[in-house]
């Protein structure tokens, strides 16, 4: 396996850190002052499943003012989430990459919450999160839902809704009987290029039975854009969560979001804020060999 090529002084190894949101899994890299290039085929490589380390994608931590995305849309949150997905593309936003993200910065002493929380540059804008325990909980951008339409699995055609959080989705609520266990996710889904024309998530949700203590319960599988399915997006379950309450009728509440990798938890509160929690954890440190 070749790791990324040398990009000063013949630097050819890279230290890392393993973590994951929910079963959704990101290789960290850090490099505070921006000094890393890392090209799509790098990114690809570093999250090969076979001959890489593995993830869904790559979180790059970096100064904001180190780096022209960073500097860009923020001045006033000191550390931006490079995010990439595992085929190397760009993406604005990752709501579960936020979390782990923030649980390296304040683990690895790079950071320290103040008491709003600590504010994350990401290329959708600056989100704050806020540790509780095992938990951390993100104040998201606003999810923004505005047309119908459609995605496709082999023959089948399910309707949709269009939600940008940020980053694209698509949420399609299942109904007459169709299980989620029942779609084949191995290939892409099929979706209307017109109105996405970066690519979109797509995010196929069922009603659960109530649980106490929340006010919606829904059970949902993801096909990523650049990813492929994923056990859980933050993104993704921020949309289902809004088109939940929509469609319930509510103008708060909290709904709670099962994807494979566990639970996600999605809370529009009476301040107009919208929240992702959900736990974030570091599972390994490491360094590439070149
Ligand atoms: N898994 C992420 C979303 C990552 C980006 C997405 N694949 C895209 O291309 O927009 C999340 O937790 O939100």
Known sequence: MRFP?????GETQIKFTKGHGTGNDFVLVSDPDGALTLTPAQVAALCDRRFGIGADGVLRVVRTAKDPDGAAVAADAEWFMDYRNADGSIAEMCGNGVRVFTRFLVSSGLATPGPAGLP?????????????????????????VYAASTATTGPL???????DCGNPHLVCVL??????????????????????????NVEFAVA???????????????YERGSGETLSCGSGALAVGAVALRDAGR?????????????????HDADDRWWLAGPAVLVANGETLG
């Not at 994350?120 to 923004?144: F, Q």
């Not at 055609?157 to 939600?163: D, E, H, K, L, S």
């Not at 659960?208 to 829904?218: K, Q, R, S, V, Y």
């Not at 103008?251 to 809370?267: K, M, Q, Y």
């Open 251 to 267: 103008s708060t509440g909290t709904v709670a979001v099962d994807v494979p990798g566990g639970r996600l938890l999605v809370t």
């Open 120 to 144: 994350v540059a990401t290329r959708a804008g600056v989100v704050v999160a806020v540790l509780e325990g095992d938990s951390i909980r993100v104040n998201m951008p606003t999810p923004r």
């Open 208 to 222: 659960a039975e109530p649980i106490e203590g929340f006010d919606l319960h829904l059970a949902m599988r993801v």
């Open 157 to 163: 055609t399910f309707p949709g809704i269009a939600v």
């Open 175 to 200: 109904h007459d009987g169709v299980e989620l266990p029942s779609l084949d996710l191995t290939v892409a889904p099929g979706f209307d290029p017109a109105l996405f024309r970066s690519g979109v």
């Open 5 to 9: 090529e040398p990009t000063s002084g």
